[in-house]
């Protein structure tokens, strides 16, 4: 399978993921504080190097793979290179939201497994207590029934793309770091997919 073959599966992926997660918002009416973007400045978010392809596949058409390459290497920040730091016009968003992970898709609308298999909703302390009544309610629902995605399912599919890069949990910026070197190692002696992309 070709690089553009695996970034073209995880953004289908990320599509499916994309409208459940919407359907789930509609029926929880749970949904992020507008220009939050807390749960982006905690410093061990952990991700997967294939979950980033498609932004680091993104950069390379655009030219600009080489230069976040760099960039990321000498930076010894923990939180997330793809956050827009925090200024006095904003609290802090993501730099590249159309091609976020599949962790930050996940966060706040999926739900994990406990110990007995039940499923429990992993989301922020802002909407715990900000929409209390509701995170209540969609836990019932969710006990009850209520479709819900789940990290281990999505994890899984992406594994079924690459296992390689799929399965290789780090954290958020060696992922990102990892992107970029397995598109540009790719390419090195590849010609440049001729594809019909909006470079964004």
């Not at 789930?24 to 991700?47: H, M, R, W």
């Not at 793979?65 to 968003?93: N, R, Y």
């Not at 995170?135 to 990290?151: R, S």
Request: charged share 20%.
């Amino acid at each position: 399978m070709t690089l553009d073959q695996k970034v073209r599966l995880v953004e289908t992926l990320f599509d499916q993921l994309e409208l459940e997660t919407q359907q789930f918002q509609e029926k929880s009416k749970l949904g992020c504080v507008s220009g939050c973007g807390k749960c982006c400045t905690y410093p061990n978010i952990d991700a997967s190097p294939l979950e980033f392809l498609p932004w680091a596949f993104q950069l390379f058409l655009s030219g600009k793979a080489e230069e976040a390459l760099d960039t990321l290497s000498s930076s010894t920040g923990q939180t997330c290179f793809l956050l827009t730091p925090v200024s006095i016009l904003s609290k802090g968003h993501c730099g590249s939201y159309r091609h976020r992970g599949l962790i930050c898709r996940l966060f706040g609308y999926a739900a994990s497994k406990d110990k007995y298999g039940n499923l429990r909703l992993a989301t922020c302390k802002v909407i715990k207590e900000e929409q209390a009544d509701n995170y209540q309610k969609t836990n019932k629902a969710i006990a009850e029934g209520l479709y819900v995605p789940v990290f281990t399912d999505y994890y899984m599919q992406l594994n079924q793309i690459d296992f390689q890069l799929g399965s290789r949990i780090m954290p958020i910026n060696k992922a990102l770091k990892m992107a970029l070197e397995e598109v540009l190692q790719y390419y090195t002696y590849r010609p440049v997919p001729n594809m019909d992309r909006q470079i964004v």
